[in-house]
């Protein structure tokens, strides 16, 4: 959850705008590297940032030997683009907030390409779904090997027996696509626990128990539905921004792994 803590910086800096300044400070992972030259130093960087009167905001990186890092927009090389032809269409392929827009659409997509197993999940009873829609009648009456399963991704124990029962029943789980979230918008001065903890159970604790309880499964996709705000700060959409946050940081330590991730 600590890129949610970034991008909620990155709120703050655009809500608060000229009233305050934010120095944010990421220190490196081995905090037993920091020498006690370092810490002071660091000290005086702090209290002259904040008492030159310069309301400018920024945001700085430590690593172990020091050194000052800060985000810069640099010219990057786009990587080739993941070819639909590397997936095993003979897979199981899950989706969270599968009774959602996004998770019908998702799945058609995937049924388009060939994938013939699909599990949707959902907190949403079937019957609730919209069965009218086109891309539903189509994942559950064209011969596809599509399962609807109720599962609060939020829950560990709910996740755990769910990917047991799919295991049994199903082909090997080839990937997850991790739909589901709950929408809430706000400003920070309107912020209380609860809605931070309401939009982070279905975003970013569905995402986490699904990494951990996947790690024997052969995944060739693991993808995540994060957002622009989680690099800049949506104005108004702090605990959505924030989640976002979060599910960038996972998929940075999947990558990180050698796991795949996006």
């Known amino acids: 959850q600590h890129g949610g803590l ?6 703050f800096r655009g809500e608060a705008k000229k009233n305050a300044a934010y120095l944010s400070i990421e220190l490196p992972l081995k905090k037993n590297n920091l020498s006690d030259k370092l810490v002071f130093d660091l000290r005086n960087e702090i209290l002259t940032f904040f008492c030159s009167g310069v ?7 430590l690593d172990e030997s020091g050194g000052r890092f800060v985000p810069r927009l640099v010219e990057s090389l786009i990587p080739a683009p993941f070819s639909i032809r590397q997936l095993n269409i003979h897979g199981t392929y899950i989706i969270t907030g599968g009774t959602g827009g996004l998770g019908i659409s998702t799945a058609r997509w995937l049924a388009d390409i060939g994938v013939r197993n699909i599990v949707l999940l959902s907190r949403t009873n079937m019957k609730e779904a919209d069965s009218a829609n086109p891309d539903y009648q ?14 609060d991704v939020s829950n ?6 769910t990917l047991i029962k799919i295991r049994n029943t199903m082909p090997p789980i080839c990937g997850i696509i991790h739909a589901a979230g709950i929408y809430d918008c706000g400003h920070i001065s309107e912020m209380i626990k609860s809605r931070f ?66």
């Open 6 to 11: 970034w991008t909620l910086l990155r709120c």
């Open 55 to 61: 309301h400018e905001n920024a945001e700085v990186f």
């Open 138 to 151: 189509f994942l559950f009456g064209s011969g596809l090997n599509t399962l609807w399963l109720c599962c």
């Open 156 to 161: 560990e124990s709910d996740v755990e027996l």
């Open 197 to 262: 903890d309401d939009v982070f159970a279905a975003k970013v604790a569905g995402a986490w128990n699904l990494h951990n309880l996947t790690i024997s499964d052969p995944l060739e996709l693991f993808v995540v539905y994060s957002s622009i705000w989680s690099l800049f700060g949506g104005v108004g959409e702090v605990p959505y921004s924030c989640a976002n946050g979060a599910l960038d940081s996972l998929i940075i330590h999947r990558l990180s792994q050698g796991r795949c991730g996006v």
